[in-house]
């Protein structure tokens, strides 16, 4: 069965305490993967988008990275104010199918 | 306005009532989405129309009907609801389908409550 899992559910750091963000997919024919930010109340928020393995994409202190079976969402010396939930996409074949989301809290 | 507009931000709802929620989109894209979004679960894409045209509707039951007038606007009309239809009800737009650019533009959501 198709699917994309992203872990941890939730992540709380202290800030400037860098991690890594997990995306995990068994789907064929992938066609691109994207990662989105949502802050509570709001839509999601376009950040990546990553075509093949080996790929990294870099804004301020986030990196996407992606392999054959998963990506990564890199934080480095994370701020309050990087705290949200981080949703990964897949598309795949004719679908898009995305992750349940990782919620990151940043305490200063 | 700029970008992908939402009305109303929260309703609620009794189980006979007949509502609508409005999506109105600022950025020229010519596909429009509507998805569902229920707490610690995945979005799930309900309707996707592109050029206003209805090219995808992922088995929703037919008390939400989807009405795309042009492609700017697109509507949710709500009758018959059900508790566990109460959720995050998001429009979204993109300049082709999504599967080909991948860039989705969301509006804030719909707050859905159903009593």
């Known amino acids: 069965e198709d699917q994309v899992t992203q872990s941890p559910e939730a992540l709380r750091l202290q800030e400037g305490e860098s991690s890594s963000l997990n995306c995990s997919y068994t789907?064929?024919?992938?066609?691109?993967l994207f990662w989105y930010r949502q802050d509570p109340g709001k839509g999601p928020e376009f950040l990546f988008t990553?075509?093949?393995a080996g790929e990294e994409k870099e804004k301020e202190r986030l990196k996407a990275t992606l392999t054959k079976k998963e990506s990564f969402l890199h934080i480095t010396a994370p701020k309050p104010e990087d705290s949200a939930t981080y949703l990964c996409?897949?598309?795949?074949?004719?679908?898009?199918?995305f992750g349940a989301g990782t919620r990151l809290t940043v305490k200063p | 306005e700029t970008g992908v507009t939402q009305t109303p931000r929260h309703l609620v709802m009794g189980m006979t009532n007949k509502k609508s929620l409005k999506c109105e989109q600022h950025?020229?894209?010519?596909?429009m989405y509507w998805y569902k979004q229920s707490a610690k679960k995945p979005l799930e894409l309900m309707f996707v129309y592109s050029l206003e045209e209805r090219v995808e509707n992922n088995s929703v039951p037919s008390r939400f009907s989807p009405e795309c007038p042009n492609s700017s606007h697109l509507f949710l009309h709500l009758h018959t609801l059900q508790p566990e239809d109460s959720a995050l009800y998001l429009c979204?737009?993109?300049?082709?389908?999504?599967?080909?650019?991948?860039?989705?533009?969301f509006g804030e959501g719909s707050r859905l409550t159903v009593l």
């Open positions: 990553l075509y093949s």
């Open positions: 950025l020229g894209h010519n596909a």
């Open positions: 996409a897949v598309h795949y074949n004719n679908d898009m199918r």
């Open positions: 789907v064929s024919g992938l066609r691109g």
């Open positions: 979204a737009s993109s300049s082709g389908l999504v599967q080909n650019t991948g860039e989705l533009f």
